[in-house]
Structure formats: structure tokens, C-alpha cells
């Protein structure tokens, strides 16, 4: 695979990207789809009704759209972080403070130890860097917000489609081994939201919405009645462009990750008909026999053995 290859691949993943996050950040925006996240997943909203979780939204004069909060956390000691959306959310549960919650739409490009890590040090900047917000560190530890982070996984994995993982970090304190009580350190919630096909069945309500709004296989109208007789979710048709834009990027995510699959296959290919090549001739040279007598003796992929000849004749033709 050559350099400008390579280039074209990163090129087509970052333009699929910035698509994703300008479509995202238009649908998630709407109280119906914000409102049917949280309460899919964030255990404060779990079981509440749409209108009870609209109470705790910030909205635009025009009733629909959520207000988010800046989405650029600079810090000059660690550089700044860019989030999809980010809102400020009251907490349903009377006494407790606001919640901060950040959502991502994930696309192809991390997998995996990374991504996790990616997660965990988002989270924990916005932990930390509420101490902007407050004069004196006393302050801050008396006021500081729990934060939550959803990743919306457009094209996961196939053994991750339809699922919602949860990070469980420090849900519990012991100081011996017959007593375990709640954690009080409770104040970062981390949800992986993988979206799967239409028509898949699903263990969480949420989900399924989520692969019903993102779905090319059924048309605008007949989405639009689907979301509301099973999801209670009344959207706009501006919500259902983008929706339908992010469908066709999950798609095109997919393909950019099969092409990047094809790609490292045939990286590797490559790599074994050098290294198969050079053990040949290497092989040749000391004992003094010619390669097409080494060949056949020689174990190698099947699938190799052509371009493995072809590697060699060429040499010899030098």
C-alpha cells in the first residue's frame, strides 16, 4: 500500500468524521431524542416520563431545541478537549445538584484499550476542569457536579451491536472483608451506547429508537410514525434529515472500515511474500540448489504462492 494510499484512507476517515459530528450535534440537540437517551441510560432518569425529564432541560425559546454549554475545554497545562454536545442538566432527584452530561458520537477510527482510556480521561477533565468555575478549591469540592459521558457507537463491533455498557468504577468502599458500603466517590458515569440494525432485537428500549431513527431500510414517513407508537418520540423534519444523514455515515463508516481491513490484508500479504522470498533465496545460497527446487518444499500459505513465484522470478530477471 503506498504512502498516498494511506493518505486518501485517514483523509476519507476524517471527512466522514466531521460529517458525523455536525449531524450529530443537530440531532441530539431535540428534547424528544436528548430526553429518550437519558432515560435509557442515565440511571437519575431511568423510568421517568418525557414530559418529568423535559423539566430538566434547558430549551431555546422555540420549546424543541436543548441548550448545550461550550463544548471546548482548554487547559494550558494539558490542551484543550472538543466534545459533540455538552449539556447542563437538573438533577430529577430533589437536593442532588445539576449534572454535566457530555455525549459523543463515536466513529471509526478507535477500538478498544484506546477508546477506553479516551473515555476515562474526557470524563475526568470534566471533573476537573470545574475548577474554572470556582474562586477558591473549598468551593469547588463543596459544589462539585457529577459528570456523565455517553459514547454513541455508530458501527461497532458485531458482538457489541445492541448493547449499552456501563463504567462501574468505585461503586464501593470495604476496610475488611465483611463490610462493603456505597461508594462515595460517585461523581463520573461513562455509558457506551452501541447501535445496531433495524429490526434486530434488543433488551433496552433505547435502543431499539436509536436503530429505528439511524435506519435506511423504512422511509421519512413511516419512521416518523414508528418512533412515536413505540418510542412516545414526536420528531421534526429536521430531525429526520440528519437522522438520516447519520444512517448513511454509519454505512460509510463501515465501508471506510472494511476498506482499512482490506488494506492491512493486504499490507500483510505483502510483508509474507518478502519474508517467504528472502528465506527462499537465502536458503538457495547456501546450499547451492536453485529456488524452483526450494519452492515446492517450502511451506507457505496457498493463498501467497503465485505472487511468491512472481516475487522470485523477478529477482532472478535483475
Not at 17 to 22: C, F, G, I, S
Not at 43 to 72: M, S
Request: with cysteine; proline share 4%; charged share 35%.
Amino acid at each position: 500500500m503506498s504512502m498516498n494510499q494511506k493518505t486518501d484512507s485517514w483523509e476519507t476517515e476524517v471527512n466522514v468524521d466531521v460529517r458525523k459530528d455536525q449531524a450529530f450535534k443537530s440531532l441530539i440537540t431535540d428534547k424528544d431524542i436528548l430526553s429518550a437517551l437519558l432515560g435509557g441510560v442515565v440511571p437519575e432518569f431511568k423510568g421517568l416520563r418525557k414530559e418529568k425529564i423535559f423539566e430538566c432541560l434547558p430549551l431555546e425559546a422555540d420549546g424543541r431545541t436543548v441548550i448545550g454549554r461550550n463544548v471546548e475545554h482548554p487547559s494550558p497545562a494539558n490542551g484543550p478537549i472538543y466534545l459533540d454536545s455538552v449539556f447542563d442538566v437538573k438533577s430529577p432527584i430533589e437536593g442532588n445538584m445539576s449534572l454535566i452530561v457530555a455525549i459523543e458520537a463515536q466513529g471509526p477510527r478507535m477500538d478498544g484499550q484506546a477508546l477506553w482510556n479516551r473515555e476515562l480521561y474526557y470524563s475526568s477533565r470534566l471533573i476537573a476542569d470545574q475548577g474554572a468555575l470556582f474562586r477558591t478549591k473549598n468551593e469547588l469540592y463543596h459544589n462539585l457536579r457529577k459528570t456523565v459521558v455517553i459514547w454513541v457507537k455508530l458501527s461497532p463491533g458485531a458482538k457489541e451491536s445492541n448493547t449499552i455498557v456501563r463504567d462501574y468504577r468505585v461503586r464501593c468502599c470495604t476496610d475488611r472483608p465483611d463490610m462493603v458500603w456505597e461508594s462515595p466517590l460517585d461523581k463520573t458515569e461513562i455509558f457506551e451506547v452501541n447501535v445496531g440494525a433495524y429490526g434486530d432485537s434488543v433488551s433496552e428500549p433505547v435502543l431499539g429508537m436509536r436503530n429505528t431513527l439511524f435506519s435506511s431500510k423504512i422511509d421519512d414517513a413511516e419512521k416518523v410514525k414508528e418512533l412515536m407508537k413505540n418510542y412516545d418520540i414526536d420528531v421534526s423534519d429536521t430531525v429526520i434529515e440528519e437522522a438520516k444523514r447519520m444512517g448513511a455515515l454509519a454505512e460509510e463508516i463501515e465501508l471506510v472500515r472494511e476498506e482499512g481491513r482490506e488494506e492491512g490484508r493486504s499490507c500483510r500479504d505483502a510483508e509474507l511474500v518478502e519474508f517467504y522470498t528472502a528465506e527462499i533465496l537465502k536458503r538457495s545460497d547456501e546450499t547451492g540448489r536453485s529456488v524452483e527446487d526450494i519452492l515446492p518444499e517450502t511451506i507457505v500459505p496457498p493463498e501467497l504462492l503465485d505472487a511468491i513465484r512472481k516475487r522470485l522470478s523477478d529477482i532472478q530477471k535483475r
